[in-house]
């Protein structure tokens, strides 16, 4: 699995078909993230930024390969192996991502509450944002590996699935994505910051189901 994920890492950086929702998260960022704004609210802002951009990494990564060269690949190695490596390239590309992010915006904004009034630790805060963000980025990719191939095939219904199963993973009540945001956004009222530990493990366990299911589907429509 290694080589397979060296090998699809390298396709993604060749590429260059990260750059526009790098830049996208990039431009994200600087309109909503300003030096000197509540930490605890500036960490729920870039954690939910990286969920759509997770999805899109990962519709690069699986849309990305010459049909021979993957069909090359899948024989070598296994298709279901081949295209979970392609998942996984995804996944990693978001976390480094959103955990660098993490840490600049924690650096740059005030260590303070919605307010200014109540003190809260720099590393109190990146320890409760650091997991939403890992949240946002497995729920993203989760949202990904669902609404492109093998399960949708056809750019005008793969597309807008992914948009709007990452709007709703986003918003909807009881996703572990939004449950983790809204625990920033309210820590940041009261001057605490809450670990996302539970919508973390549920992001772990909501993703791991939905690559499990597109491997095995991959496996499947290629016997």
């Known amino acids: 699995m290694t080589a397979l994920l060296r090998y699809q890492a390298d396709l993604l950086l060749r590429s260059q078909r990260w750059l526009p929702p790098v830049i996208l998260y990039v431009a994200f960022l600087g309109i909503g993230v300003q030096s000197g704004q509540p930490v605890l609210d500036s960490l729920g ?5 990286v969920l759509p951009v997770a999805a899109w990494l ?15 690949v899948a024989a070598a190695r296994g298709p279901a192996r081949a295209h979970l ?6 996944l990693l590309a978001a ?3 959103g955990v660098l992010a993490t840490l600049v915006v924690t ?4 260590p303070a509450s919605n307010g200014h009034q109540v003190h809260v630790p720099r590393l109190r805060a990146g ?9 946002c980025a497995l729920l993203g990719a989760a949202v990904g590996a669902l609404t492109n191939r093998p399960l949708l095939h056809a750019t005008g219904r793969a597309v807008p699935a992914m948009l709007l199963g990452a709007l709703l993973a986003a918003v909807l009540t009881g996703s572990p994505a939004q449950a983790a945001v809204n625990g920033l956004v309210t820590g940041s009222q009261t001057g605490r910051a809450p670990l996302p530990l539970l919508p973390l493990a549920g992001a ?3 993703t791991a189901a939905a ?9 499947r429509r290629t016997l």
């Open 95 to 97: 976390v480094a991502l």
């Open 204 to 206: 772990v366990l909501l």
């Open 45 to 49: 802002y870039t954690a939910v930024g």
């Open 211 to 219: 690559f499990a299911v597109a491997a095995r589907l991959t496996d």
């Open 127 to 135: 320890a409760a944002g650091l997991p939403a963000t890992l949240t």
């Open 85 to 90: 490596a392609c998942l996984l390239t995804a």
């Open 107 to 110: 650096l740059i904004s005030d």
């Open 58 to 72: 990962v519709r690069i990564c699986v849309t990305g390969e010459p049909d021979a060269a993957r069909a090359c």
